[in-house]
């Protein structure tokens, strides 16, 4: 079955260490994207990708960085420069992103200690 | 930048009865999306939908694009409808991702 698949589930790294969220996907769609989820607060755009190797910021891209070398995949990296990394992380793909629906992850839910 | 706006924000109701969840926006829009999170955090796209009205079994979403205003409805609600339903919107011109609600979070009590 097609889907997305984010790796690992659960992440615990020490602070001032870079992390790399991993996003993969099987359903041929050219949009990939990165949220944020927050407690309280709605999801929010970190990344996004609408082709292979071009990718674009989002609302909260600082202390994040992203790479799209296959159209598969788009892994996140939280940098030591992003003051509050803890969070749920969503990765999120789409044919277009504008006229057809959306497909999820399950999440990886980032604990930096 | 698109608003959007959900209400209520928790809702705790009893097996059996019918549910609504709103959602307003405040600029026009291509699509609007529901989506349902789990506990676990994984999330499932329900409806999307750019005018009238869909169903897929018990749940039903409308929206009027001139009052930019959506309603997501479960009929004859069970527990395991229990989850934070989210409403996000996409906008037209261009593949930059969803903006979100902050989601209802709702219980269904057996």
């Known amino acids: 079955d097609g889907g997305i698949t984010q790796s690992p589930k659960y992440l615990f790294r020490k602070e001032g260490q870079n992390v790399t969220l991993s996003c993969e996907q099987n359903?041929?769609?050219?949009?990939m994207y990165w949220y944020r989820q927050d407690p309280g607060q709605g999801l929010r755009l970190i990344y996004y990708?609408?082709?292979?190797?071009?990718?674009q910021k989002g609302d909260i891209a600082e202390g994040y960085s992203v790479s799209r070398e296959k159209k598969e995949s788009f892994p996140l990296t939280v940098t030591s420069a992003q003051k509050n990394p803890t969070a749920f992380y969503l990765c999120?793909?789409?044919?277009?992103?504008?006229?057809?629906?959306?497909?999820f992850g399950s999440g990886t839910r980032l604990t930096v200690v | 930048k698109n608003e959007v706006e959900q209400s209520p924000q928790n809702l705790t109701a009893q097996e059996g009865e019918f549910i609504t969840i709103n959602c307003s926006y405040s600029?026009?829009?291509?699509?609007l999306h529901w989506l349902q999170q789990h506990p676990g955090g994984g999330i499932v796209s329900l409806f999307m939908?750019?005018?009238g009205k869909k169903k897929h079994g018990r749940l039903i979403a409308t929206i009027n694009i001139q009052e930019k205003h959506s309603s997501l409805h479960i009929t004859a609600s069970h527990p395991r409808d229990s989850a934070v339903y989210i409403c996000a919107v996409s906008m037209g011109g261009g593949a930059d991702g969803l903006t979100f609600g902050k989601g209802t979070h709702l219980i269904i009590q057996p």
């Open positions: 939908l750019s005018s």
């Open positions: 999120a793909s789409s044919i277009d992103g504008q006229f057809y629906g959306y497909t």
């Open positions: 600029v026009g829009i291509s699509a």
């Open positions: 990708s609408q082709i292979v190797n071009d990718f």
């Open positions: 359903l041929n769609h050219d949009a």
